[in-house]
């Protein structure tokens, strides 16, 4: 660090000043809450002012944000940016507030306050504690009251407050010749009422006819008798309350003494320590409560995330489920057609001779009116027709379960006949097409109340299988 810089941070430590724009709060100390002086960045990676920081460990030497453990000579530098982004931070001057409009980087504030024309300062005459603003204390000390002036008569300094009663009194002035004393320069005896005359010493008389403040000579006298004696005795009375103050003080210290040395200034002591410690916890409790905030937002908007792709997903997969069911239910609807077209399709033959006809459903005799014939059914238009519904899992499965049942109470089923006949019209049967290489090969018999018990039976138990 420079001598500039250092004598920079020393203006901005002791001084007052506002920040033309609202800092940013990454740039703010946790302690002061002011924009960093001399940063530091802890282990931990905190940042401080050098001296605040230093401050609270001699109180604890634990982090106030996280209360890690701290030592000092493991702090390091911030980084040369952040440094820069504070320095360039514009500020208005100390002397706003005397009317200074100057504004400046926080960084130069060493060029312009020494020569602000807006700083209070006294003046520099002795015995005058007047102060005044730095562009007017030229023409203050011109027209002082204490300024020393020399006599051109005997060339002995003065005071120009007294500058009346030293012409009164100079011998060298009362042997001048009246020329020299008429050019003496002066002002009216009665200045300090109010009075702003001031000219030659000549014209001395001819002002004191016409000034105002002459008429009232005597009541400004008494006036200022007056307020002399009310000076001297509240002067007085003053003196003594000084004494008695002093006296008191005394006392005052030598209770604070004994007060420092007893057991009741260390546990203040230990108070202070403790509440130091307090305001540390605080810090650190409002670090985490932002860090949390934080938390808790990131972990909200991840849930909302995963809520809205888990709510598209199950539309999706219900959108499968319910296409899934339309499909399995067209199939069944598809398939009940089929097997009711079948059963549906008996027919009978009337003629001379023999007439066989085959039907899934069944086998149907019947005699003509000239033989007695067994007559079987022949195959209905419709069952010519073949219905292949789309291949799913449970369309095939109850497919198989009824073609299954069909043959085995078709081979076990026997049926007689009284035709002579009977092994003609075995060989004279019809066989029905091929259902997924399943082939039905009827035999030539009655219905009976089993068989279409055990096909209702099976066509149930499908149901059931297909609402699952």
């Given at each position: 660090m420079d001598e500039h810089e250092l004598n920079n941070n020393i203006l901005l430590?002791?001084?007052?000043?506002?920040?033309?724009?609202?800092?940013?709060?990454?740039l703010l100390c946790?302690?002061?809450?002011?924009?960093?002086?001399?940063?530091?960045?802890?282990?931990?990676?905190?940042?401080?002012?050098?001296?605040?920081?230093?401050?609270?460990?001699?109180?604890?030497?634990?982090?106030?944000?996280?209360?890690k453990e701290l030592k000092e000579n493991e702090f390091n530098k911030v980084d040369r940016l952040?440094?820069?982004?504070?320095?360039?931070?514009?500020?208005?001057?100390?002397?706003?507030?005397?009317?200074?409009?100057?504004?400046?980087?926080?960084?130069?504030l060493y060029q312009h306050y020494p020569e602000c024309e807006y700083e209070l300062v006294e003046c520099l005459h002795n015995d005058c504690s007047k102060i005044v603003l730095k562009k007017d204390l030229k023409?203050?000390?011109?027209?002082?009251?204490?300024?020393?002036?020399?006599?051109?008569?005997?060339?002995?300094?003065?005071?120009?407050?007294?500058?009346?009663?030293?012409?009164?009194?100079?011998?060298?002035?009362?042997?001048?010749?009246?020329s020299e004393k008429g050019e003496v320069i002066i002002s009216c005896k009665y200045k300090d009422y109010g009075c702003p005359w001031e000219d030659k010493l000549e014209n001395l008389r001819e002002h004191e006819k016409e000034c105002l403040y002459h008429q009232f000579k005597g009541f400004f006298e008494n006036i200022y008798l007056k307020n002399q004696k009310q000076l001297e005795t509240e002067n007085s009375e003053l003196?003594?309350?000084?004494?008695?103050?002093?006296?008191?003080?005394?006392?005052?210290?030598?209770?604070?003494?004994?007060?420092?040395?007893?057991?009741?200034?260390?546990?203040?002591?230990?108070?202070?320590?403790?509440?130091?410690?307090?305001?540390?916890?605080?810090?650190?409790?409002?670090?985490?409560?932002?860090?949390?905030?934080?938390?808790?937002?990131?972990?909200?908007?991840?849930?909302?995330?995963?809520?809205?792709?888990?709510?598209?997903?199950?539309?999706?997969?219900?959108?499968?489920?319910?296409?899934?069911?339309?499909?399995?239910?067209?199939?069944?609807?598809?398939?009940?057609?089929?097997?009711k077209e079948n059963n549906n399709g008996v027919g009978v033959g009337v003629g001379v001779g023999v007439g066989v006809g085959v039907g899934v459903g069944g086998v149907g005799v019947g005699n003509s009116s000239n033989h007695t014939n067994q007559i079987t059914s022949s195959h209905d238009e419709k069952s010519k027709k073949t219905f292949i519904p789309p291949p799913t899992y449970n369309s095939s499965k109850l497919i198989q379960s009824v073609s299954s049942s069909y043959n085995a109470s078709n081979n076990n089923t026997k049926t007689t006949s009284n035709h002579p006949n009977n092994s003609n019209t075995?060989?004279?049967?019809?066989?029905?097409?091929?259902?997924?290489?399943?082939?039905?090969?009827?035999?030539?018999?009655?219905?009976s109340h089993s068989d279409t018990d055990g096909s209702s039976k099976m066509i149930r138990k499908e149901r059931r299988f297909s609402k699952i």
């Amino acid at each position: 660090m420079d001598e500039h810089e250092l004598n920079n941070n020393i203006l901005l430590k002791s001084l007052n000043f506002e920040y033309v724009k609202p800092v940013n709060a990454n740039l703010l100390c946790p302690i002061c809450r002011l924009p960093l002086l001399n940063p530091v960045v802890t282990p931990c990676g905190h940042t401080f002012c050098k001296e605040c920081i230093l401050e609270s460990l001699k109180v604890s030497d634990k982090c106030p944000c996280d209360r890690k453990e701290l030592k000092e000579n493991e702090f390091n530098k911030v980084d040369r940016l952040i440094h820069n982004i504070l320095n360039e931070l514009e500020i208005c001057c100390p002397n706003k507030i005397n009317g200074c409009p100057a504004r400046c980087q926080r960084q130069f504030l060493y060029q312009h306050y020494p020569e602000c024309e807006y700083e209070l300062v006294e003046c520099l005459h002795n015995d005058c504690s007047k102060i005044v603003l730095k562009k007017d204390l030229k023409d203050h000390m011109d027209a002082c009251d204490y300024k020393e002036i020399e006599c051109e008569f005997c060339h002995k300094n003065y005071l120009q407050k007294d500058k009346m009663d030293h012409i009164s009194n100079c011998k060298e002035f009362a042997a001048a010749s009246p020329s020299e004393k008429g050019e003496v320069i002066i002002s009216c005896k009665y200045k300090d009422y109010g009075c702003p005359w001031e000219d030659k010493l000549e014209n001395l008389r001819e002002h004191e006819k016409e000034c105002l403040y002459h008429q009232f000579k005597g009541f400004f006298e008494n006036i200022y008798l007056k307020n002399q004696k009310q000076l001297e005795t509240e002067n007085s009375e003053l003196k003594k309350k000084v004494y008695q103050l002093t006296d008191e003080i005394s006392l005052l210290k030598a209770e604070l003494d004994k007060y420092k040395s007893s057991e009741v200034a260390s546990q203040q002591q230990a108070i202070h320590e403790s509440m130091m410690e307090l305001k540390n916890d605080v810090i650190g409790l409002k670090y985490d409560m932002q860090s949390t905030y934080l938390n808790l937002n990131e972990l909200e908007m991840r849930y909302m995330r995963t809520a809205m792709e888990e709510k598209v997903r199950m539309e999706e997969e219900l959108e499968s489920l319910r296409n899934s069911f339309q499909s399995i239910q067209f199939q069944f609807l598809s398939f009940m057609k089929f097997i009711k077209e079948n059963n549906n399709g008996v027919g009978v033959g009337v003629g001379v001779g023999v007439g066989v006809g085959v039907g899934v459903g069944g086998v149907g005799v019947g005699n003509s009116s000239n033989h007695t014939n067994q007559i079987t059914s022949s195959h209905d238009e419709k069952s010519k027709k073949t219905f292949i519904p789309p291949p799913t899992y449970n369309s095939s499965k109850l497919i198989q379960s009824v073609s299954s049942s069909y043959n085995a109470s078709n081979n076990n089923t026997k049926t007689t006949s009284n035709h002579p006949n009977n092994s003609n019209t075995k060989d004279a049967l019809v066989k029905t097409s091929d259902f997924y290489n399943f082939n039905f090969n009827p035999r030539s018999r009655q219905r009976s109340h089993s068989d279409t018990d055990g096909s209702s039976k099976m066509i149930r138990k499908e149901r059931r299988f297909s609402k699952i």
